[in-house]
């Protein structure tokens, strides 16, 4: 496609529930990043995937979240038994070259635990 | 204290006027830096982007950044109501796979 997709776009969890979030990346792009956005806040980094090789996963704020990317194109970002705190945008980026950061981000997926 | 510290506004401008967006950071290793936009619902949208100190500049849009005074700027020339978004400043250190940091953020609003 011509964008980064993320789906769901929104997703209401009952507290304690595992919920998967999938980007599509555009195809081709090498690098994918997740990131966090808060509300009001800038988004920080919770891991980064070159290729399907998950490189840097020091962001991610517990053991309960876990990324992959198995044949390099499609992730998935996974919580497990979310907590109030995971509430947030999680949003996607991907880049066609290693190191150049002007990232094409996705629309971003809404979590909200309830 | 934040690696990089934005003002969180709102800034309030009328229709035509230039508007300042500005940034200050903490970390030296600091190399790239951009600008990015991002509307309500959406994802950010890259705006600027530039390397090392220097102005950059592009249409109505001008990116300054000076890495002695550890602050970079963003000018919006005749500001128009569809600039009215978050304002997000970023900064990588230049490694493979090295993250952006962001500042919070500096909601705009162009009154028209």
């Known amino acids: 496609g011509a964008g980064v997709s993320q789906s769901p776009r929104y997703k209401v969890a009952k507290r304690g529930q595992d919920v998967a979030l999938r980007c599509d990346p555009i195809?081709?792009?090498?690098?994918l990043f997740w990131y966090q956005q808060a509300l009001g806040q800038g988004p920080e980094f919770l891991t980064y995937?070159?290729?399907?090789?998950?490189?840097?996963k020091s962001g991610l704020p517990s053991d309960r979240f876990f990324a992959e990317r198995p044949e390099g194109s499609v992730s998935t970002l996974k919580i497990q038994r979310t907590q109030q705190e995971d509430s947030a945008v999680y949003l996607c980026?991907?880049?066609?070259?290693?190191?150049?950061?002007?990232?094409?981000f996705g629309s971003g997926t809404r979590l909200t635990v309830v | 204290q934040k690696e990089v510290e934005q003002d969180p506004g709102p800034l309030s401008v009328p229709e035509g006027a230039i508007v300042s967006l500005n940034c200050t950071y903490s970390?030296?290793?600091?190399?790239?830096f951009m600008w990015y936009r991002q509307y309500s619902r959406k994802g950010p949208e890259l705006l600027m982007y530039?390397?090392?100190?220097g102005n950059k500049e592009d249409g109505r849009f001008t990116a300054q950044v000076d890495k002695s005074s550890k602050y970079i700027s963003l000018f919006i020339r005749d500001s128009q109501p569809s600039d009215s978004a978050t304002y997000l400043c970023?900064?990588?250190?230049?490694?493979?796979?090295?993250?952006?940091?962001f500042g919070g953020g500096t909601r705009l609003m162009v009154k028209p």
């Open positions: 970023a900064m990588g250190e230049g490694n493979a796979g090295n993250m952006l940091t």
């Open positions: 995937f070159q290729n399907e090789a998950q490189l840097d």
């Open positions: 970390n030296s290793a600091f190399q790239y």
């Open positions: 980026a991907s880049s066609s070259e290693v190191v150049y950061y002007g990232y094409t």
């Open positions: 195809s081709g792009h090498v690098s």
């Open positions: 530039t390397y090392s100190s």
